[in-house]
């Protein structure tokens, strides 16, 4: 079935370091990849996401490539702030039918400032 | 609110008992979700309703877990009979579109209902 492996945490960077957080993935068909966000108290949101290969997803300064080759999708970001510690969720979506998202273990950010 | 609202935040049953955790969606979305979510894990699938239709419960862990949307907009997610390692958080997600849409869509997220056996 389809599966995501991402790396485990946690994170600890300083504030400015640079982010990658390697997720790849196992899934028939051609997914869609997501990243999710769960900020301290908060619910699940979405972060960004990319529908098919070669894409980008981009937000708030966050970035990821589908990289169909390497079954990757791996978050990146230039400088980490202290507001950016959470919780990364990478994810997919199986082809066609309704969204039905399977998630990665998460891997927890804590940035010190 | 606008968002997706679950009740009870925290619940702490003891070991046999029934519990029923509440889920409000967005209002019209279509699509609703529950995923079953241990300490340390991502979110595991659990079914899937199109309005008041659940098309999927595969996810489901035993026939002690029960879930349904009536008037497609509410929906309950019951468990009877709890043991222990149904400690978890249980999250609901909603999403507008339905199941001829595109897998491009965004899932909508509630805080959760943390369940405690004990």
């Known amino acids: 079935g389809d599966s995501v492996t991402q790396m485990e945490g946690p994170v600890t960077l300083s504030e400015e370091a640079f982010l990658t957080i390697n997720c790849t993935y196992t899934a028939t068909g051609y997914p869609s990849l997501f990243w999710y966000v769960q900020y301290p108290g908060e619910g699940l949101q979405l972060l960004l996401k990319?529908?098919?290969?070669?894409d980008k997803g981009s937000n708030k300064g966050f970035e990821a490539t589908y990289r169909k080759e390497t079954t990757s999708f791996h978050l990146e970001k230039g400088s980490v702030q202290v507001s950016d510690s959470a919780v990364y969720f990478c994810a997919l979506t199986n082809s066609g039918g309704y969204q039905k998202v399977t998630f990665g273990t998460g891997t927890k950010l804590q940035v010190i400032p | 609110g606008a968002g997706v609202s679950q009740s009870p935040r925290y619940k702490v049953a003891k070991r046999g008992q029934d519990v029923a955790l509440r889920c409000d969606p967005i209002?019209?979305?279509?699509?609703l979700f529950w995923y079953q979510q241990a300490l340390g894990q991502g979110p595991e699938f659990l079914t899937y309703f199109q309005n008041e239709a659940q098309l999927d419960k595969s996810g489901l862990p035993s026939d002690r877990f029960f879930a349904e949307r009536p008037e497609g907009s509410v929906s309950t997610l019951k468990i009877q009979r709890t043991q222990q390692e149904d400690s978890a958080v249980y999250l609901c997600?909603?999403?507008?579109?339905?199941?001829?849409?595109?897998?491009?869509?965004?899932?909508?997220f509630g805080e959760g209902s943390r369940l405690t056996v004990l």
């Open positions: 990319a529908t098919k290969a070669d």
């Open positions: 209002s019209g979305h279509v699509s």
């Open positions: 997600a909603s999403s507008l579109k339905g199941l001829d849409f595109a897998n491009t869509g965004e899932l909508f």
